[in-house]
C-alpha cells in the first residue's frame, strides 16, 4: 500500500492506493499516527485506489478516527469503493466512519 | 498489547502441514520430519526462468515455476515455498503487487529481480516486504551466493522447531475449543466446518443445547493466526459465561461489555453472532453485532439475509444491540458464514445467491457446511473460512406452520 498525504486549507488527505489488510494496516496506523502528531487532527483518508478492505483495515480505520479524536479532530473518509463500502455496511461501521464522495466535501460544512 | 503486536510475523507464519480438507479432528502426534527446502521462480522470460530453475535445483530445491503473478501465487500457496525469485515486470501482476500479496500468508524469503538500474535504487530503499534485490543480468554464482546469505541469516532449527510446536499445540487447542458433542435435538441439525487460512485463526463457532433448544455463538476476530485466535478464544468463552442469562439482549450486552474494553487497548475487534434457538415453536432470536452473513434459507429456496444491528464488539463505544428473531419453518436453514466466503464475491448479493443454490437440496446440514466451504477453494482463500448450519428437518414434529 502506497501512503502520501497533503496538508490542505482545513484538513490533511491521506492518499491510500492498494490493499488495506493485515500487513499495510500497520502502516496506515503509524502514517495517520504521524500526520496526528504534526498537528493535523482533521484528516480525510482518500480511499479512491483502495479497492480492497480486510477486517484488519477496518481495525486500522477505526484506530486511526479514535487517535484523530482525541486529538481533537476527526477523521473521514473519501471516494469509498465498492468492496470497501460493502465491509463497511456489513458491520454497520459506515454509522460512524462517514463516508463522502470527494476529500474536498468531507470538511465542507464545517 | 498495541496494535502492532497484532501483525504478522515470521513466526506467526511458520508452516505447519494441514489437511486442505474439510478436518474436525487435529492428528495428533504428526512426525517433525525434515521436509525438502522448496522455491517458486516466478518471471515471464523462459530463458531467465530456465537458468533460475537450474541454479536452485542445483542448490537441492525443489522448484516450481511459473509465468505470472497470479499463477505464481498459487504456486508459492500450493507449495509453501521457502524460496520465492520474482521479477518486478510480469504480464499480469506488477512485481511489488506479488509481493504484497504473498506476503499475507508467506514468509517465504524472495528475492527481486529487475532489468533497469534506477528501479533497483528506488526499490531498495523501500519497505515492500522483499528480501533482496538482484539486478538483471546476474551471473548464477552470485545468485547462488545470495541465496546462501539469505538462508544463513535464517533462524535456528531448534527455534523453529519449538515455534512449529508451539503452533501445533495452539492448532490443537483452538480445535478442541469447537463443539465436539452430536447435538440431538428432535428435528433439527446443526453442523460446522472450519478451516483456517494459517495453523490457528480467528473465526470460531460454538453451540451447546439447552433444556428448550440450542444456543449458538458465530465470532469472527479481526485479523488472523495467534492473535486472532487469543481473541476468539477469549469471547467463547464470555458468551458461554451469560447462558443462564434468560434475556438475549441483556446476556449479550453483559456478555460484550466484559471484553469490550480489552478489545479496545488491543486495537482489536470481533464480529459476533449470537441466536438462541426455542425447538419446538423454531423461533430464532438473535443479535448481530457487526457480522451480516447470517441467513435464513427457506424450505422453498428462497434466502434472506440478517443484518447487522450494530459494531463489532470492540469496534467502538457505547455500541447498543438490538434482538431480532425469526421463524424457523420444517425444511428451513440458519446459516451463518464467514467473510472468508464472503471475499470470493463482488458484492452482498452475490454471495447471498452463491450460498442459497450451494446449500439448496443438499442432503444433510454438514453437506451443505462442505458446499458452502468449496465456495472459497483452500487454494485461493486468503481468510479463514467457518459456516454454521442449524436445519429444521422437513415433515418434522413441531408446532411451527409450514
Given amino acids: 500500500m502506497d501512503l502520501s498525504y497533503e496538508v490542505k486549507d482545513s484538513y490533511a488527505e491521506i492518499k491510500a492506493a492498494g490493499r488495506l489488510n493485515m500487513v499495510s494496516a500497520p502502516k496506515l496506523r503509524e502514517f495517520v499516527a504521524d500526520v496526528v502528531a504534526s498537528g493535523s487532527s482533521r484528516i480525510v483518508v482518500n480511499l479512491e485506489d483502495t479497492a480492497f ?58 | 498489547m498495541t496494535a502492532g503486536s497484532l501483525r504478522p510475523n515470521r513466526l506467526d507464519t511458520l508452516r505447519v502441514r494441514r489437511d486442505k480438507s474439510v478436518k474436525t479432528v487435529l492428528n495428533r502426534g504428526m512426525p517433525a520430519t525434515p521436509e525438502p527446502r522448496r522455491a517458486v521462480v516466478i518471471e515471464d522470460d523462459p530463458d531467465i526462468r530456465g537458468l533460475l530453475v537450474r541454479v536452485l535445483t542445483k542448490q537441492g530445491f525443489e522448484v516450481t515455476e511459473a509465468g505470472a503473478g497470479f499463477p505464481g501465487i ?4 500450493n507449495t509453501r515455498a521457502d524460496l520465492v525469485t520474482l521479477d518486478l515486470n510480469l504480464p499480469d501482476l506488477d512485481g511489488l503487487e506479488v509481493c504484497n500479496r504473498l506476503r499475507e500468508f508467506s514468509d ?10 534506477d528501479e533497483l535504487d528506488k526499490l531498495t530503499g523501500l519497505d515492500n516486504g522483499a528480501d533482496d534485490y538482484i539486478n538483471k543480468p546476474f551471473s548464477p554464482r552470485e545468485f547462488q551466493s545470495r541465496i546462501n546469505a539469505l538462508f ?15 503452533l501445533r499445540r495452539a492448532a490443537e487447542v483452538q480445535q ?7 447435538v ?16 490457528v485463526g480467528g473465526d470460531f463457532y460454538d453451540w451447546y443445547q439447552t433444556p428448550g433448544g440450542l444456543h449458538l455463538t458465530f465470532a469472527d476476530a479481526m485479523g488472523k493466526g495467534m492473535g486472532a485466535a487469543l481473541i476468539a478464544a477469549t469471547a467463547r468463552a464470555v458468551m458461554r459465561s451469560v447462558r443462564h442469562d434468560p434475556d438475549l439482549g441483556n446476556a449479550f450486552n453483559l456478555a460484550s461489555r466484559s471484553i469490550a474494553s480489552d478489545l479496545d487497548i488491543s486495537g482489536s475487534f470481533v464480529t459476533l453472532f449470537h441466536a438462541r434457538l426455542d425447538a419446538g415453536s423454531g423461533k430464532v432470536s438473535y443479535v448481530d453485532a457487526g457480522h451480516g452473513l447470517a441467513l435464513h434459507l427457506q424450505a422453498d429456496g428462497g434466502a434472506q439475509r440478517l443484518p447487522s444491528s450494530g459494531p463489532p464488539v470492540g469496534a467502538w463505544g457505547d455500541a447498543d444491540w438490538t434482538e431480532a428473531d425469526l421463524a424457523l419453518a420444517p425444511g428451513d436453514s440458519l446459516v451463518v458464514v464467514s467473510d472468508g466466503v464472503l471475499d470470493v464475491f463482488g458484492s452482498v448479493e452475490e454471495f447471498t445467491d452463491a450460498v442459497r443454490r450451494s446449500t439448496h437440496g443438499q442432503p444433510t446440514a454438514r453437506e451443505a457446511c ?3 466451504l468449496q465456495l472459497a477453494p483452500a487454494d485461493t482463500a486468503e481468510d479463514d473460512v467457518t459456516a454454521v448450519m442449524v436445519r429444521r428437518l422437513a415433515g418434522a414434529a413441531g408446532t411451527a406452520a409450514p
Fill in chain 2, 176 to 182: 478442541s475449543l469447537l463443539p465436539r458433542e452430536e
Fill in chain 2, 108 to 117: 517465504a524469503f524472495i528475492i527481486m529481480l529487475t532489468a533497469r538500474v
Fill in chain 2, 74 to 77: 498459487e504456486a508459492v500457496r
Fill in chain 1, 53 to 110: 478492505m480486510d477486517s484488519s483495515g477496518l481495525g486500522a480505520l477505526i484506530g486511526c478516527l479514535k487517535a484523530a479524536r482525541q486529538a481533537g479532530g476527526d477523521l473521514r473518509i473519501a471516494a469509498v469503493q465498492p468492496q470497501v463500502k460493502m465491509v463497511l455496511e456489513l458491520t454497520s461501521m459506515d454509522r460512524v466512519l462517514t463516508s463522502y464522495a470527494t476529500a474536498d466535501e468531507a470538511f465542507g460544512n464545517d
Fill in chain 2, 152 to 166: 544463513r541469516r535464517s533462524r535456528t532449527p531448534a527455534a523453529d522447531e519449538a515455534a512449529q510446536n508451539d
Fill in chain 2, 184 to 199: 440431538r435435538l428432535d428435528g433439527y441439525e446443526v453442523a460446522g466446518v472450519f478451516r483456517p487460512s494459517r495453523s
Fill in chain 2, 370 to 372: 462442505a458446499a458452502l
